[in-house]
């Protein structure tokens, strides 16, 4: 549950400091600070979903295929989470990539492979990317609902 309470509190922050900035007028706080950080090419999402009746076996299944083959064969993928919540009737996906190319690899193989069964198992509530997607990766995803929230600096360890 303290994983779930602290991805929603990274979106809550992320999505108020875009907020922030729409209000003062501004869409960029600091352009030189996400230039020169380590991760200025790092595109990640949060994905909130609902788990389809009599689906969570299948999903918890499908999450372990995945986590392999991804963990063994995408090295630009950094992170790849998926968490339920307590009533086990959503499901979160926080993914982070190291460019928009790794992205983009990943999606692809994604839609080859798991991207029918997966859509069977759950439907998206919300699909919210950040960082700084290339326009390839915004078409790409723009498919399944995503919305953009660009960038305004931060680090990476």
């Known amino acids: 549950m303290n994983k779930n309470l602290n991805l929603m509190s990274v979106a809550l ?9 729409e209000v003062n007028g501004t869409t960029n706080l600091n352009d030189d600070a996400v230039s020169k950080s380590k991760n200025a090419n790092h595109v990640y999402w949060i994905i909130t979903t ?12 499908l999450n372990a295929e995945m986590v392999k083959a991804t963990r063994d064969n995408e090295q630009g993928t950094l992170s790849y989470e998926w968490s339920i919540s307590a009533d086990q009737k959503t499901c979160f996906f926080f993914e982070r990539y190291a460019d928009s190319k790794a992205l983009l690899i ?9 991207a029918e069964r997966m859509m069977s198992m759950i439907e998206i509530k919300s699909f919210q990317v950040f960082g700084n997607p290339t326009d390839e990766v915004k078409k790409n995803l ?7 929230n660009q960038s305004i600096g931060g680090f990476a360890r």
């Open 13 to 21: 922050v992320a999505l108020l400091i875009c907020f922030v900035s």
């Open 50 to 61: 609902s788990i389809k009746d009599g689906e969570l076996k299948n999903l918890k299944a």
């Open 106 to 114: 990943h999606t692809k193989k994604f839609k080859e492979k798991y």
């Open 142 to 148: 723009s498919a399944f609902g995503a919305e953009f």
